[in-house]
Structure formats: structure tokens, C-alpha cells
């Protein structure tokens, strides 16, 4: 039996066919069924690709961009499976491609995802730059990219998609058309992967298995421990959150982990309430069975909706609705279904909710067994009411006892230096997160370098986080200088910005002698600002001018010694 959607759109591609694209239709989907592709029309993409062994494909170059590893296991499986398929195959990480051979490229497949909002994985960063100067002439190349991304993000696949949209205007032809990955990725790798094992596969081989399973390994843990840092009358609530691990869980300082919130169980009440439906209603979700009240608490985006999901619901049901993010209950009482049977097409609708990522401010020295975040419970206004970012607000209401479950997000390129190097870790707010997990570190592995933190929040009064802890890491040498600022301080140290250029000329001092610069924390308008800091620091003190102060610290971070973990 045909699904009903899967029949709509195979009725609607057919509509909008010809002749020879039906014929061509036909036997690719009779060639996926069963293992043979038949009569590819002349203009299609896989003309130019040698099928069925008749000029089999005998080399292909796998380029993976990645930020948390999806992208590199999905690429090393490829490989591992076109290498079985007698390919001769090249894997490489995206970071290390040399771009002046991708013209020399017969066959390249990249599987690539998208960080930030919209960019591309860090490390990708000169690959994905090279590929949108437009510099490279691919005509002799054939491409396919995977996109990996998340539909809770306006920009989805946003990397892909460009990425895609480049090799084609630099002459590449495309193998397949791009295919876009939400974060349950597998069906569409494995077919992705089929599709591309049809293409170079020769008539005797049989196709290799896809095995390709979600990258994120996910562990428990449970909350032993949330505390508000900030004393009464302050202006921020930023929680610290100690979990004990039930699983097994390796990280290194400067690592996150990723966390899939909640939502709040009066939201999901109110939602069903108002669809009239059972809440132990059973209800379908991608390819899984769920109870109508559980998807929604714990699977599906119901705040804050996406203007991309909105412009769906305003398809569906006909109104004419404004172009505003609005909370799916706001939705429904506004712009009421007209029956069950839209209700749950509505549901179908929902993204799922994304993970966010917590770096994390325990040391696995100091600190085995356990996992600690410091979390601000992000205000956001709404209706001029305040309300709190999704997943800040769940864990800030955690109790001792929950629950959660937490994957690991390695930050390979934000690390703990090496032991005798000297540190200087700016790092306001929640950006104190990574340098107390490295100064604990240091502390009981006795390392010989220096650590310098510069810290600020609003209020010394209130808002001095870890207090007695950088106290005593001051007191018995652990920590060599710690400077503070404070937004609403009597001193004229309002920024961590301001306490940087005061300390300038040491500071200078510190970075001749090899020290690490590492920031932590709000990436705008902290991060530029300390940014701009260090470039005027490295004019004053050092002899440089603009254009040589911006080489010298684009050298720093080419040789590891300066990081950024900004959000
Ligand atoms: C590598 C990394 C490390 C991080 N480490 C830390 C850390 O150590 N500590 C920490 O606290 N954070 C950290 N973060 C940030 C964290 O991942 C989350 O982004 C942050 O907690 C906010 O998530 P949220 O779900 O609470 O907010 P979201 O619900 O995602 O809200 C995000 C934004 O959407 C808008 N919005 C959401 N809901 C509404 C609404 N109802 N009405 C109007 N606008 C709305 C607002 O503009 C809001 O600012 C880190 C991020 C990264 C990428
Ligand atoms: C902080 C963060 C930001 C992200 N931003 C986007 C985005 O803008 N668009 C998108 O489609 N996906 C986004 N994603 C989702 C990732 O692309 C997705 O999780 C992907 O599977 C990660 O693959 P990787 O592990 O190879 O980096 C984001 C994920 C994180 C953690």
C-alpha cells in the first residue's frame, strides 16, 4: 500500500512531467526498488554519470564540514561503503582540503553542515570561502552535497545550500540533486547513500548495506544541584547546575554538551484543551507513534514558531496571517482549525525542537562523575511581558532528582593548552563556564602556566560568580591576576573591554611570552569588542598598524594560541 501524502506528490510530480521525464522517472524508481537504473533521459544529471558499469565510476573524493562529528561519521561511512564497491576513495576533513585540487576532482561528494545562524562549521571556513570567491573552474567535476542542519533554525541547510549553489556556478555537474538533513538525518542519508551506490555501482555488484545511525550518542544524567548565583536584587538569573552521570561520558575541558528542552507541561494543557483532542490521543511523527501530549512536550517546537512554519499553517488553512513568529497556542486561538483532521495535519507541521549547547564549567579532574553547567536564564520580551528562552528556562527549573539526557559537543578548537603555557581567559557571564572547568583542571594536574581571567557582570555585589572559589585559586596561586568589571560598579571598569586596555602593556607582555588569549561568552557585542581591544592593544603596545595588527592576530589563531567559544 501507496501512503496518502506519497501518492499526492507522486501524482503532482507526474502532472508536472513530460513523456520522456516519466520514462526516465520510471526506471530510476524501478532501479531503486530494485537495484537497476533504466534509460536516464538525455539532459538529466546522471547521463553524464557512468551507471549499470557501463564507464563505472572509479574515484571519488568524500569532503566533510563538521562542528559536532555527524558530518564526519556520515562521510567515513560513505567512504567504507563506495570503498567496498572497488571505488577508490579520498576522505578529508574539509579543514585540510588543499582547494587549488578540487579543479583536478573527477567525482566530489561533501557532506557538510550548518553552525551559527547559517554559517558554515568553523573549521570549513576557508573551504566554504574559497568556494564562494567563485576562484575555482569545476567543469571536468561531478558533485553531490549532503546538507545536515536542523529545521528549528530559520536557516536551514543555509552551508548546503550554498555550497550546493557554487559548484554549480562554477561549472560542476550535479550527480544528484542536494538533499537536506533535519537532525534525524538517517532516512535521508541511506538514501542518499543508495542513490549514490546506484550511480557507481556496476551491474554484478550488489549494493553495500547502509548502516548509517543518528551521530549523537546521547547518556544520562541526573541533577544533584541547581542554585541561583546571583545574590537577591540582581538584574540576571544565571544557574549553576551540577548533574551526576549515570552513563558513561568522556570530555575534555572546553567541551559542551547538548541538551533537547522540555516544553512546559501548562503550554502543552493549554494546546490540547483548546484542540478538543485526548491528550492520549495516538498520533504519528516521522515514521514514530507518540501520544498527542508527549509530542508536544517533548518533541515538537511550540514557542516562538518559525516564520517558515507560520507561511505552512497559513497554506493549510487558508488565513491570511501576518508575517510574526507566534507561540502555536496564540496560533490556534487566532486562526482556529476548522477539524481534527487539521489539527494533526497542523502537528505535522512543527518542527522539532533543536538541542542548545552548554559549555561546561566542571573539570572531569576535579570533578569525576559529574557534569556542571552555568546557565542565564535568557529573558525575552513578549507583548512587553517577559518571558524566558526555551531551553534556559527548563533548566532552570530542573529539580534535584530529574533526569536529562545530554550529548557530548566536542570543542576541538577550544581547548586546554598545554601545561606550561600561560592563559589569558577573558570570559564575562556564562563565558566564566570553560575557564573555571580549565582552572580547576590546572589546579589539581599542577600545571606550571600562568592563568590570567578577566571577568565582568553587571554587579559586583550580586553577580560575582564562583566568588569564593577564584578566591581561593587567587589566594594559593592557581589563578595569577584576576581582573573584574561591572557594568553598574561605581568604577570606571564597566567592560571587560576596558579592563583589557588598562592592562595593556602586562597583557602584552604575557602574549610575547606565549601566552594563549581564549574568550568565552556573548559573542556581539562582547566578543568584537574584545576583539577590537586586543588589534588596538597590539598597535599600541607592539608597533603594529591596522593591517598588520589583523594579520598577526589571524596568525595567532592559525597556530591555536587564540580561540573563541561565542555564542
Ligand atoms: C558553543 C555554545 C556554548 C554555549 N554555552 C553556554 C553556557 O555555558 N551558558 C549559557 O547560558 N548559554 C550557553 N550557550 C547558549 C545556549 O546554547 C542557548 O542559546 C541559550 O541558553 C538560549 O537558549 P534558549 O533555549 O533559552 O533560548 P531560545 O528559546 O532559543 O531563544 C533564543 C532567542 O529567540 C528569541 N525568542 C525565543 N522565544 C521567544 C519568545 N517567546 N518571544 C520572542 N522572542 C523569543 C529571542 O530573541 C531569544 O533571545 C552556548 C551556545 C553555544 C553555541
Ligand atoms: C549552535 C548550533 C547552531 C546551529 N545552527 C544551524 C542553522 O543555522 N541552520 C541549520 O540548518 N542547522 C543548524 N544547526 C544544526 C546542525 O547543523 C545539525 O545539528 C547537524 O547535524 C550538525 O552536524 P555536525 O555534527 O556535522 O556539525 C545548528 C546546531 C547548533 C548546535
Redo the contacts with the bound molecule.
Sequence with gaps: MIRENIKQRITELARQSNRDELLWISGYVAGLAGGHIAHPAADSPLMDMPVNGSAAITTATVIYGTETGNAKKIATQVAALLKQQKIVVKLVDAAQYKVENLAKEKNLLIIISTQ?DGEPPLAAKPFYDYLKSGTAALHGTNYAVLALGSTAYPLFCQTGIEVDEWLKRSGAKALLPLVKCDEDFDAEVNTWIADLQQLTRSAAQPAAQTVVKKGKAKVRAEVTFNILLNDEGSRRQ?HHIELKLLDQFAYTPGD?VGIY?HNSAHAVQQIIALSGMAADYAIRYKEEEYVLSDLLRYKLCI??LSLRTIDKYATLTGYDIPET?M?LYDLLRIYPVKNTEQFIAAVGLLDAIAP??????SSPAAHEGELH??????P???EEKT?????????SQLEAGTVVDVFL?Q?KHFQLPPHHADIVMIGPG??I??FRSFIAERDVAGASGKNWLFFGEKDFVTDFYYQTELQAWHDTGVLHNIDLAWEHGPGEIKTVTDALLLQAEELWQWINSGAYIMI?GEKDPMSKAVEDALLTIAQQQGGHDEASAALWLKQLSKEGRYAK???
Design positions: 551559527g544565571t559542551a528542552p514557542v516562538h513568529r507561540d542548545r549547547l552548554y559549555t561546561l564549567s553547567l552555568t546557565v542565564l536564564r535568557l525575552v520580551m513578549h518571558n524566558y528562552g526555551l531551553c534556559s528556562d527548563y533548566l559537543h570543542h556564562t563565558g563556564a570553560p568565552s567559544d561565542v555564542y
